[in-house]
Each structure stands twice: as C-alpha cells, then as structure tokens.
C-alpha cells in the first residue's frame, strides 16, 4: 500500500527505496531460513511478531506482494536473484 501511494503521490524514489528494503528483508530471512513468512520485521532481516497468533510460514499475501513488486520493479528480481546464497 505504501509503494503503491507514494507512486501515486509522485514519490517514486521513496516507493523504490520502500520496495527495495522490503524485498530484501525477505530475501535476508528466505537465504537464512529457507522459507517465507506471513511478516516482516521493519527495523530488521526478520520475520515479524506480535498480534493474535504466532508467525506463519508461507503466508500466501507475501508471496503475492513479492510477485507485485518485482512485476512493478523487474531490476530488483534480478537483483534479488543474483543476491541468492546456494542450498
């Protein structure tokens, strides 16, 4: 929502740099856990806590947000793509 507002609001370069430290959050927590989880951790390359249950692995909005941003930014796959660690 935020990427998608502040583009709208001409914010473009704070959209990317939004998308860019979210992309890699996720990229950071997928290379050291090896999976996605329902949230992010703003402040760190975590999964998120707090709220009503505990953290959900392969929650399915992330993977849609993902497959959102990289749609919106192609470069940052690639980017995220070449950041990958071997399994």
Do not use: C, H
């Not at 979210?22 to 856990?33: I, K, S, T």
């Not at 760190?44 to 009503?52: L, Q, S, V, Y």
């Not at 392969?58 to 399994?87: C, H, I, M, Q």
């Amino acid at each position: 929502m935020a990427v998608d507002g502040l583009s709208r609001y001409g914010e473009d370069a704070f959209a990317r740099a939004i998308a860019r430290n979210f992309l890699g959050n996720v990229q950071a927590v997928y290379a050291r856990e090896r999976k996605l989880v329902e949230k992010y951790d703003a402040e760190g390359p975590r999964g998120g806590g707090g709220g009503e249950y505990p953290l959900q692995d392969g929650f399915g909005w992330t993977n849609g947000v993902v497959l959102a941003l990289f749609g919106r930014y192609p470069d940052l796959e690639a980017d995220a793509s070449s950041a990958r660690t071997p399994p």
